[in-house]
């Protein structure tokens, strides 16, 4: 069996466990059963068990990459640019328990967790705040454009959530218009 076979596998199982049972309550001996490989190896691929739990954010939730926001502006409209960058993101198409139950549990004990919460969030917002810039022909003061950024990734964000745990759904596009109107767009 290829070695990223069962690095892959031992994420899978790490990321269900996790997931069902927190991280904390999950030995790494059942983590290497449910891969169905030597405990041993576990520890070879993640000499910590937070290793694990920290590959499982860095791969499997990424911060975007800069470029994200590459062929989604649309100049003078910025609230179809944050529209664009949300499909672009995809975030509640992210269907992985990491993002729905992981996280959310552990971010609260593990600060790595939290780090990573936080190192996501500020791309979001920076990529965000880019759109802004470039969809308007116009000056924004910084103050105005990191508010307004803010409050978008904040309605992702929420939609994300509402998406997955089946709440209600917070209305994007009206968000987007709004956040429009504060950075001085007409909205038609």
Not at 20 to 39: C, L, N, S, Y
């Amino acid at each position: 069996m290829p070695a990223d076979d069962r690095r892959t596998r031992i994420l899978d199982a790490a990321e269900d466990l996790f997931a069902e049972e927190g991280f904390d309550a999950t030995p790494t001996a059942r983590i290497a059963d449910a891969a169905e490989v030597p405990k041993g190896l576990v520890f070879y691929y993640f000499p910590r068990k937070i290793d694990l739990l920290l590959a499982l954010l860095q791969e499997r939730l990424p911060a975007p990459e800069h470029d994200a926001v590459q062929g989604v502006v649309r100049p003078g409209d910025p609230a179809r640019s944050l529209l664009a960058l949300h499909r672009r993101l995809g975030l509640d198409t992210h269907d992985s328990p990491v993002l729905r139950v992981i996280i959310f549990r552990e971010s609260g004990t593990h600060p790595e967790v939290r780090d990573h919460l936080r190192r996501l969030r500020h791309s979001l917002v920076e990529l965000t705040e880019s759109a802004l810039e470039q969809a308007v022909d116009w000056t924004l003061t910084k103050t105005l454009r990191r508010q307004a950024a803010e409050t978008f990734v904040s309605v992702m964000l929420d939609h994300a959530n509402a998406r997955r745990s089946g709440g209600s759904v917070p209305d994007l596009k009206g968000a987007a218009a709004v956040v429009a109107l504060a950075v001085g767009a007409p909205v038609g």
